[in-house]
Each structure stands twice: as C-alpha cells, then as structure tokens.
C-alpha cells in the first residue's frame, strides 16, 4: 500500500530534550516535505527537499533541522524543543520535484506537546 | 510568507444543504488544489485544478480557478455526515516548489 509513515504518533516531551521525528514514504517520490498545522493558522510549511541532498526552509524553518541522506526517509529533528513548538506536524511527499505539480500525499500527522 | 484567505472559517448546516467555500489571495496562482482532512488524518487532495478559468467536478464537489487566477471556490452539493472535516485551500505560486495553505473551513453537519 502507498503511504507516508510518521512516527510517532504522538509525543509528550520536556523544554530543550532533543527529538527526532521520522517519515518515510514508499512510492519514491522526490519530493518530501514537513508541514505544522496549528489553530487559525492551516498548513505552513518548516523545510522541503527536492531529492536527495537537496533541502531548502519554507516558512517556519526557526528551530528545526532536516535530512535527505535516502530518497524515502526525511526526518524532522528538534534540537531544543520549546513550547511554541507544540503542534501537530505532518510529512507530506510528491512525485516529482522537477514538475512539481502541489499534488501532497500525506502522512497521518504526530502531535507534539513540549512542556 | 505569501497568504490565502479562506472562508467561511467554519459551517455548520443540515445533512442535504449545499456547501459553498472559497479562497482569495492578493498573489497570482499556477495552480490551486483543494484537499479535505478527515478527524485525526492527514489531508487528502479532492481537485487539482491548473489552468485559469477551469471547472472541474469530482463527484458532489464542484472547484473552479478564478479567471484572475487570484480566487478559487469549492461547491459540496447535497451534503452527507462523511463530509464532515476541514477543508483546505492551496495555491502554487509560478516557479514555486511549495504550496501555500488557505486557514481552513471546518465543516459540520447535522444530521
């Protein structure tokens, strides 16, 4: 079955312990991407990569860290957690970086609670 | 970063009523996608929609790209309780490897 794993699911953590969350997709796609959903605010974009190797920030980069080291994994690491960083992320890939056409498929989201 | 305005932010209405939505931003937009996230999933793409002016159905929905290429709009005919959800608007700017989200219209029925 096509999907995007992200794991975990959910996560309770403490200010400033550092936490990675992974993502991995099974239908090769070259583009991936990390997304947070908040209240109000719909879908901003934290960081994308174009392929392996390849990474550029979005919107709200502040605070996080990225990797493309293979093609079906991208994970989302923050090295400080703060509590502005409670939200629910998701992962989201698409075929082809090179006509890139906005078409997402989705994890089904991690939410994050830093206290 | 580049803004859409979704409206309305929420709905609620009766199982069978129309559903009516849209997004307007102040940039000029490629493409525009439309995508529905279900409670405690990720969203899923409905219509994609890549040349100005264009209608296009998938089932009960209806979307358009405004001919300014500055607007979009979703119709839901007949409404049903698996409907329910929030209902995101997207655009692609020319050139642009991203999408920008719409805030979201959070949909809710009565049956």
């Known amino acids: 079955e096509a999907q995007v794993t992200q794991n975990p699911r959910y996560l309770i953590t403490v200010t400033g312990k550092k936490l990675t969350v992974t993502c991995s997709q099974n239908?090769?796609?070259?583009?991936m991407s990390w997304y947070r959903q908040d209240p109000g605010l719909g879908l901003r974009q934290i960081y994308y990569?174009?392929?392996?190797?390849?990474?550029d920030k979005g919107d709200v980069p502040e605070g996080y860290k990225v990797s493309r080291k293979e093609k079906r994994n991208f994970p989302l690491i923050l090295e400080s957690p703060s509590p502005n960083q409670t939200s629910l992320y998701f992962c989201?890939?698409?075929?082809?970086?090179?006509?890139?056409?906005?078409?997402?498929?989705f994890g089904e989201g991690s939410r994050l609670t830093v206290l | 970063g580049q803004q859409l305005n979704q409206s309305p932010q929420s709905m609620f209405i009766q199982e069978g009523e129309d559903v009516s939505m849209n997004c307007t931003s102040s940039?000029?937009?490629?493409?525009w996608l439309w995508y529905k996230q279900d409670p405690g999933e990720g969203p899923v793409l409905l219509i994609a929609?890549?040349?100005?002016?264009e209608l296009t159905s998938n089932g009960r929905l209806t979307a358009q790209f405004g001919i300014t290429r500055k607007d979009s709009f979703l119709n839901i005919s007949a409404s049903i309780p698996s409907d329910v959800g929030i209902y995101f608007c997207?655009?692609?700017?020319?050139?642009?490897?991203?999408?920008?989200f719409g805030q979201g219209t959070r949909l809710t029925i009565n049956p």
């Open positions: 989201a890939s698409s075929p082809g970086a090179g006509s890139y056409t906005g078409e997402l498929f």
């Open positions: 239908m090769n796609h070259e583009y």
């Open positions: 990569s174009m392929n392996v190797e390849v990474t």
């Open positions: 940039s000029i937009f490629n493409t």
């Open positions: 929609l890549y040349k100005a002016g």
């Open positions: 997207a655009g692609q700017l020319a050139g642009a490897q991203k999408l920008v």
